[in-house]
């Protein structure tokens, strides 16, 4: 275990596998948790009851999860937070892409949903209380998911409170993230601030290696998990629980927040060892931590065992970090952040 903000609980949790405790990190009363918040049951297309579905995001360690069934919410019902802590939402399934929906008080249409009134349709959402995800904006198509691409025709991306930019099990099959991480960074450039996360899109039992979303909450509920959302205290990881606070002037800042530009000083936890259960047989490496800007520029990397670093933050700049390294032998990013943000 890296960092200098794990308590001796969260050590012992770490080991267990149970849920780090919300003790004092850097100022606030929260810690970050493993989610997954693109769930199915036998409501829709899945396998699995929903009690079913609570047991083994229990046995898999899951904080809290969402259930997000193909155009109906009849499983909500079914939902028992003694088991598993969970947020009652639904995936809008249409010839345009899917769009998932999280914690909303009433019910909106999603069958008269078009390209030209998606902006409309998003306020009604929000409008219930609810939040509006982009899933998978990059999957394949037909035969394989008719709609699943994302094509609606969006004014402003400001409307949206997430996007899913990893979907699915990791592996050189999957061809969705990459495009889907630079959409977001795109739309960072643009001055849209944008959380991201991570969809398992759970269906059904599989021996494929899934990733996970973290949330930074005070505890494991629907309505915190909502607030964390709408933070944009979000980091998508393969499994390793990675994240960063920002410090200046006795002042500490997290994952979602926007200060003044100026010199400051990162500091980064890194366990490398949480969810390791999940891993493959292929080989797993976890080697650098860059920081990265506008136009996807990398402003530092540093060994995995750094705990702090020193930069200066451009006025209207957007920083996140990435865990980088290796899977069987490929080089890539092991775990994102959504970002920080300067005036």
Request: hydrophobic residues 35%; contains cysteine.
């Amino acid at each position: 275990l890296v960092g200098s903000e794990m308590c001796i609980r969260d050590r012992l949790c770490a080991v267990s596998g149970d849920l780090p405790c919300a003790c004092d990190r850097g100022g606030n009363e929260m810690s970050y948790l493993p989610c997954e918040l693109h769930c199915h049951s036998v409501h829709s297309d899945g396998s699995f009851s929903v009690a079913e579905l609570l047991r083994r995001a229990y046995d898999d360690h899951l904080a809290l999860i969402a259930l997000t069934d193909h155009n109906t919410t009849s499983g909500h019902g079914e939902l028992d937070d003694s088991i598993t802590p969970a947020v009652p939402g639904i995936e809008w399934t249409t010839f345009f892409g899917h769009m998932l929906v999280l914690g909303a008080r009433d019910f909106v249409d999603w069958r008269d949903a078009v390209p030209a009134n998606i902006d409309d349709k998003i306020d009604q959402v929000h409008a219930a209380g609810g939040l509006c995800g982009v899933a998978h904006p990059f999957q394949l198509g037909s035969p394989i998911c008719t709609g699943g691409r994302w094509a609606f025709d969006l004014q402003d991306w400001n409307r949206v409170d997430y996007l899913e930019v990893w979907h699915d099990a990791f592996g050189p099959d999957n061809g969705e993230n990459v495009p889907a991480t630079e959409l977001w960074k795109s739309l960072l450039d643009q001055g849209y601030h944008l959380p991201i996360t991570y969809g398992r899109d759970w269906h059904r039992q599989s021996d494929r290696h899934f990733g996970v979303t973290y949330l930074n909450m005070e505890e494991p509920t629907a309505s915190c998990a909502l607030e964390a959302i709408r933070a944009g205290r979000t980091v998508v990881s393969f499994g390793a629980k990675f994240f960063f606070r920002v410090h200046r002037w006795g002042e500490t800042y997290g994952i979602g927040d926007t200060l003044k530009r100026g010199r400051v000083i990162f500091s980064f936890f890194t366990d490398l060892h949480a969810r390791r259960k999940d891993e493959s047989d292929e080989p797993v490496s976890y080697d650098t931590i860059r920081i990265i800007t506008n136009g996807n520029k990398c402003v530092l990397e540093t060994a995995v065992t750094e705990r702090h670093a020193r930069l200066t933050l451009e006025p209207g700049h957007w920083y996140i970090c990435e865990l980088w390294g290796a899977v069987g032998g490929e080089k890539q990013a092991l775990a994102i952040t959504s970002p920080i943000y300067t005036e």
